[in-house]
């Protein structure tokens, strides 16, 4: 459903992309982990148009998306969740939900989706998505406006990121039960084990290329009994 | 009174307030310069000045949660309006007051409204105070408004003040004063967003001179094209007491916005904060939704509407 043909990006000299070619299929939950500046997160907005290539084309149920804008793709079915969540001052949570459903959702279907991905509904909806909400908070919310899209491929940049390990037991037990909550394809930067372990691939980026695709056992075998090799796992959680 | 309400003043109430509410409570319609419609309650008394153009109006001790509205609006190009209302509010009542100005100039001449409210509060009263500013018209005629509302709470009382002027206003000059007498508090909200070549400025003046009073203004604006914007405050802290002061503006275009904050602390026990942050709308707030689907000019709007709301 997703290809990328020959993905190029470089800047002030350095190669962050070097000719990437990746095939993602329908409904595959695929972990895209690798060391620090492998280029993980600016591959994952390239394909949401966030980020512009130098080359190389992208195709997306067939259709050459290459050059179609942010807010294009998105209606093509492509959702993104940001490492960082943006705050707003003003907008409220379900302002937020009623615009990523893009229909006038009541606040009882806002409350279903917020229970979903584990916050008490009632407490958040009428919320401000501004600097009062904790990193966790944000998270969830950041993970509520993707899911309520039902996009066709989801992608999630490393969900983990900036959240204490309290809140992340907690979130991986939502990403546990990410087939039910996102339909589709699911595309995750993560270098956690759990989540890793629940994908159908793990591809592992290094220096701007894709070094191997594995299957989790095995790309977890290889990789925790020496996780100096190539990337470090975190088997903590 | 006469009954001279037609389908343009209906829409500029509406725009204001809205006109079937207006007619639950006691309530003063002012059109063109003149009283057009009223209402007095058991509790609210509304009496025309002798001496200068305007109302008094009188709410008794113990009143609860009731409305009065005190609109204005202006139809006729080339007129200048200056009321003063003075609102006199009973110990321990409790009461929402509606006010606000709309402005219909199809014409070139300019139209002007420069109300003075003031409001004196006993003591334990409270007061919820609303109050929208808005123009319209397809003439080139100014619509101008000057709106200068004065607060004095007396001990125990408190004064929420919500104030937006979001559309058509070609000049105002907003000035907002509040004199705190011991455990008061007031709270200023206001909202306003200019384009064109539109001005606005908006002076706060706080003197907190009794033991725990406490102050919170806020102020939310948007300025687009080539309009202009000043927001000063000034908070004076004279006894043990809280002030907060935050401007946050949203600038676009070639628009101008100034912000001054001043706040003299003239106690040790006094402590005053204030805030102030300018700029364009964060490149990643478009960003985050154009990924849920919204263009560009589509997400500038939901984020201004929500920062205005």
Known sequence: MLKLENICFERDNKK???????????????????????????????????????????????????????DERANLGIGFAFQQPIKFKGLTVHDLLKIASKRNITKKESCDILSKVGLCANEYVDREINGSLSGGELKRIEI????????????????????????????????????????????IISHQEKILRIADEVILMKSGKIAKIEKPEEFLKNNIEDNTKCCKINKKN | MEELINKVDENLLNEITNYEEIKKGAYNIRKNGQGIERKVTENV??????????????VKENTKFEFIHIPVIITESGLTDLVYNDFYIGKNANVIIVAGCGIHNDHHKKSQHDGIHRFFLEEGAKVKYIEKHYGEGVGDGKKILNP??????????????????????????????GVLEEDTNFVV???IMTNGIQTAKTIFDVQLNGDNSSTHVTSRSVATDESKQYFISKIYGNKKCFAHSECDAIIKDKAIVTATPEITANNVEANLIHEAAIGKIAGEQIIKLMTLGLTEKQA??????????
């Open chain 1, 16 to 70: 962050i992309l070097d000719n990437i070619n990746l095939n993602i299929d329908t409904d595959k939950f695929i972990a895209i982990t690798g060391p620090n500046g492998s280029g993980k997160s600016t591959l994952v907005k390239i394909i949401m148009g966030i980020e512009k290539q130098d080359s190389g084309k992208i195709l997306f149920e067939g259709k050459d998306i290459t050059n179609l804008s942010i």
């Open chain 1, 144 to 187: 509520a406006t993707v899911a309520v899209r039902e996009t066709k491929l989801t992608i999630f940049d490393e969900p983990e990121a900036g959240i204490d390990l309290w809140s992340f037991n907690n979130l991986i037990e939502i990403f546990e039960d990410m087939r039910n909550l996102i339909k589709g394809t699911t595309l």
């Open chain 2, 45 to 58: 008394n509304i009496i025309t000045k002798q001496d200068k153009p305007g109302i008094n109006i009188y």
């Open chain 2, 148 to 177: 200068v509302t004065e607060v004095y709470l007396k001990k125990g009382s408190s004064m929420e003040m919500e104030s937006s002027q979001i559309k058509g206003v070609d000049s105002t000059i907003r000035e907002t004063k």
């Open chain 2, 189 to 191: 909200s206001e909202k």
């Open chain 2, 300 to 309: 500038e709007d939901e984020i201004i509407n929500g920062f205005l709301r």
